[in-house]
């Protein structure tokens, strides 16, 4: 072209004239545009234009402008250019190509409605024009760009059936594989969308063209998301093998990707020694999946176990903020502290926002891991200052939750889990909203969120933790039938083990509570067989056990547990439980010798030879307790002494050797009572208890005729104990002195009382008895009449003595008041008030009256009154005498109100 254009431009500046120099005119511009010498191309159009317009070649120069104009880029030139061609020749045989151009200018200019307009007249206007093809496939690209996606499908697929040869195959193959891509991942994965997606990336993979290695990328890519990891492995690996060596950036670093996704298929599919070398080719590639590979294989390393190799990695790379990050994660495992520490600084000094968030995350995880509760709620000012995102504010006020739940704040922890806003945290922090109320107690709340966690989340994460904790709230209140309903529910739908052999164990002792025996029985035999698991066997028999024995099946329970006892590996605790059950049931069938032999012969022997010191002092006494029943006195005796001598050191001996002294006052063996009550009184670390032992040796010794030994004791009692009985014993004090006439000693003992026990019951009787000794004429009545001492309650006899008047009447006036309150519609307000009459007619000893009511708490209110009311008829058959009946009482309470532990500790030990 070179040579052409100089000899032609001889022909047009030299023979002008010639016949050739309109040709030579053209051929010359010709030839400077195929040298790309677009400004002397321009020059020479403008000189046609200028002066010869009517050489027969001017339309093409014209049409040659134009496309100057395009290939330099000045689109809106090119346009005009373009336009001034089709008005002046519309049917010449450039027309098409000018068409196409100046759709292709306006493309270029992103006027992609207009380009469409034009190609598409174009393609009706020229339906054989060479150039068809290049229009067809530019209509259907310009769909694609402009996200018609189904119609851009239509047209491609009718360009592929059309044009099988065509320069624009490769590139239409590889588009109709992104529309399916597209059209298989929008809402959902559609695997067959996807596959076909990949077949079209692999037929554009086949051509040699530039678009290949994005083929063959996007092929692997597909299949990788379809789960065919044996088609996506081979499709990387034949990218990364053919186009490793790329100088092209974005080659290089789609390679990049492609090995660190292939590394990942070879971790998926446990290949793990081809996964650690692909990792370390896509470190050594340098590209921004480099990080993550150093990272990746870090993790893969630590988790194999290797982690000196993992930290080996890391550390090569820490310069950079993600990897110091996944270095944080891993060492946290074998140093916390220095972990905390690099966390920390990433938070407080790095710039990037995602690595301050996931520091933020991570050093969360690792102090609520550690328990460091304290450090959360200190820092969390500064966690919050940095916090950038939703997700990670969320999980700072979730974390924050779990701290002050930790640290049972649950009213901080509610507040805390309110905070949280992020979806998918959301489920999380309403079960720790309904998990705090339900540890304070409050169950009314703790039901409405576990019921939202049911009913507003469709997970099965918190489901049967949810369900199990509904039955218990409910338990705890006393809808004993909603309890079961959820404990139900659990049983059959459940997945969890743990939750629904838990709900299997409260469903089976709702039952018995409920004495629904039968039920209780079918419940355990249908369900046994599926928890053989260590712990919860046994609870299951435990259940089935007391069933039997609800049913009078003593024998039956007797068999339950003593297949449990046989069982290996069973605690030597509960050993000891099973074999004082065993015991029980032998004595409430009647078999006293059968109970105690259990005892003396199979746990004795057993505590012993395990050196089970406390179990050793638990299993004398209740030897201790059945000889007594037995009126086997001597063996008591014999067990006894066993205790005063070898396990004074254990505090559970004192609470026998009280029994005892007990024991032997009811049977008016006064001295005797008097000097084991005062071992207990002196020795016991238990205050209560020896306040009660002091009480009552004193009362021992005053009933053995020793006077002065009671005044003793009891002045020892009144001057060292803070009991409640402290009043009782000075007004007995001052009795025993009016007895002896020992006045002034007397009046010390009764304004005592006045001074110091105002909200007494015995501050009305102190105030009567000290007017009387100030009283000359009742000083000379007493001389001659003794005053009666008042002792303690023993038996059910009906003691009544004359209250002041005044009292009366303000007691009336507290009865009458409590009958009305009892009557109201509120159960709780009606039991407290029922609770406080049974005290009143227990303090004027009408049992019977304070039985009943009593006896109307436990069966109208599961709550802490009913606790004490149950503890309370224990209390009175125990003070009446009445033993047998008494601990069968109390055992209620350890066993119905288990959750209030004050009270089942002092009925234990009634018990």
């Not at 599919?269 to 990080?291: M, R, V």
């Not at 079961?484 to 469903?507: A, E, F, H, P």
């Not at 050191?649 to 004192?654: D, G, L």
């Not at 109307?856 to 503890?871: C, D, G, H, L, R």
Request: net charge neutral.
């Amino acid at each position: 072209y070179m040579v052409a254009e100089s000899q032609f431009r001889i022909i047009v500046e030299q023979y002008q004239n010639s016949r050739y120099f309109q040709d030579s005119l053209y051929y010359l511009l010709l030839s400077q545009y195929f040298q790309k010498k677009y400004t002397e191309s321009l020059a020479t159009i403008s000189l046609i234009e200028n002066k010869y317009r009517f050489i027969k070649h001017f339309p093409k120069v014209l049409y040659l402008k134009g496309r100057i104009l395009f290939e330099t880029g000045d689109y809106r030139n090119a346009i005009r250019s373009f336009e001034n061609y089709l008005k002046n020749y519309p049917i010449d045989e450039d027309a098409p190509y000018s068409a196409y151009y100046m759709a292709m200018s306006y493309y270029q200019l992103t006027n992609n409605q207009r380009a469409l307009q034009i190609l598409e007249d174009l393609e009706k206007q020229y339906p054989n024009a060479p150039i068809i093809e290049d229009v067809k496939f530019r209509i259907a690209k310009i769909y694609f760009e402009d996200q018609k996606i189904d119609i851009a499908y239509i047209r491609f697929k009718e360009f592929e059936n059309s044009y099988p040869n065509s320069k624009y195959l490769p590139e239409t193959l590889y588009t109709i594989g992104k529309i399916l891509f597209q059209k298989g991942t929008t809402q959902q994965i559609q695997t067959n969308l996807v596959y076909d997606s990949a077949i079209y990336f692999q037929k554009a993979s086949e051509f040699q063209s530039p678009i290949r290695p994005y083929a063959l990328f996007n092929s692997g890519v597909s299949f990788l998301l379809i789960g065919q990891y044996s088609n996506s492995k081979d499709t990387f690996s034949r990218l990364i093998e053919q186009f490793s060596i790329s100088s092209d950036p974005n080659i290089k670093e789609m390679v990049n990707e492609a090995t660190y996704q292939l590394a990942k298929i070879y971790r998926t599919t446990e290949d793990y020694e081809n996964s650690i070398k692909t990792y370390k080719l896509a470190i050594s590639q340098s590209g921004k999946f480099s990080t993550k590979s150093v990272i990746e294989l870090s993790d893969l390393l630590n988790n194999l176990g290797n982690y000196d190799d993992a930290i080996s990695i890391l550390s090569q790379y820490t310069n950079t903020p993600e990897i110091l990050l996944k270095y944080a994660e891993i060492i946290q495992t074998k140093d916390s502290e220095t972990s905390e520490k690099i966390l920390l600084s990433l938070i407080t000094l790095e710039t990037n926002t995602d690595i301050k968030n996931q520091s933020i995350i991570e050093i969360l995880k690792i102090l609520l891991k550690r328990g460091k509760y304290e450090t959360i709620i200190s820092n969390f000012r500064t966690f919050l200052t940095n916090s950038t995102d939703e997700y990670t504010t969320s999980f700072l006020y979730f974390a924050l939750g779990e701290a002050n739940l930790n640290l049972r704040d649950f009213r901080s922890a509610i507040s805390s889990y309110s905070q949280v806003s992020h979806p998918l945290l959301k489920e999380d922090a309403t079960e720790g909203i309904a998990y705090s109320h339900y540890l304070s107690e409050n169950y009314q709340l703790a039901i409405k969120f576990y019921q939202e966690l049911i009913t507003k989340y469709n997970s099965e994460k918190y489901r049967d933790r949810a369900l199990y904790l509904l039955g218990v709230c409910y338990e705890r209140i006393k809808q004993n039938e909603e309890a079961k309903k959820y404990y139900q529910q659990l049983i059959q739908t459940g997945k969890d083990n743990k939750y629904i052999s838990s709900g299997l164990v409260n469903l089976g002792w709702i039952y018995i509570r409920e004495k629904r025996f039968d039920e209780a029985i079918i419940l355990i035999q249908n369900n046994i067989q599926k928890y053989q698991e260590p712990g919860i066997y046994e609870h299951l028999s435990e259940i089935l056990a007391w069933a039997y024995d609800g049913k009078g099946d003593q024998t039956k329970g007797i068999e339950i547990l003593r297949n449990l006892v046989l069982q290996k590996d069973i605690p030597d605790i509960q050993k000891v439980r099973y074999y004082n059950y065993i015991s029980l049931f032998y004595e409430k069938s009647g078999n006293l010798q059968k109970a105690l032999d259990v005892i003396e012969k199979e746990l004795l022997p057993m505590v012993n030879l395990k050196n089970l010191t406390n179990h050793i002092v638990e299993s004398i006494g209740r030897i201790i307790e059945i000889s007594l029943k037995t009126k086997n006195e001597a063996k008591a005796r014999t067990y006894i002494t066993e205790l005063k001598n070898k396990y004074l050191s254990i505090q559970k001996s004192y609470e026998y050797i009280y029994n005892f002294a007990e024991y032997l006052y009811s049977n008016n063996k006064y001295e005797e009572a008097g000097r084991e009550f005062l071992i207990v009184a002196r020795q016991s670390q238990d205050k209560n208890l020896s306040d009660e032992a002091y009480f009552w040796a004193g009362w021992s010794y005053y009933n053995a005729n020793k006077q002065q030994d009671a005044i003793n004791i009891f002045n020892e009692f009144v001057n060292n104990s803070k009991s409640s009985k402290v009043s009782s014993v000075l007004l007995t004090l001052g009795d025993i002195m009016v007895n002896q006439r020992r006045f002034q000693e007397a009046r010390n003992y009764y304004q005592r009382i006045i001074n110091e026990f105002k909200n007494s019951p015995e501050y009305n009787e102190a105030v009567i008895r000290l007017s009387r000794i100030s009283s000359t004429q009742q000083r000379t009545e007493l001389s001659q009449q003794s005053q009666q001492v008042q002792q303690p309650e023993q038996t059910l006899q009906k003691q009544t003595f004359q209250q002041p008047k005044q009292q009366e009447k303000s007691i009336d006036e507290i009865i009458s008041s409590l009958e009305g309150i009892s009557k109201s519609k509120d159960k709780e307000t009606a039991s407290k008030a029922k609770f406080e009459l049974a005290m009143i007619y227990k303090s004027q000893r009408n049992y019977q009256k304070a039985l009943t009511l009593l006896q109307e708490i436990t069966e109208e209110v599961y709550n802490e009154t009913a606790a004490m009311a149950q503890f309370e008829i224990g209390e009175i058959l125990r003070i009446n005498g009445d033993y047998n009946r008494a601990w069968k009482e109390y055992i209620k309470v350890i066993y119905i109100y288990k959750d209030y532990k004050e009270i089942v500790v002092k009925s234990m030990y009634y018990t």
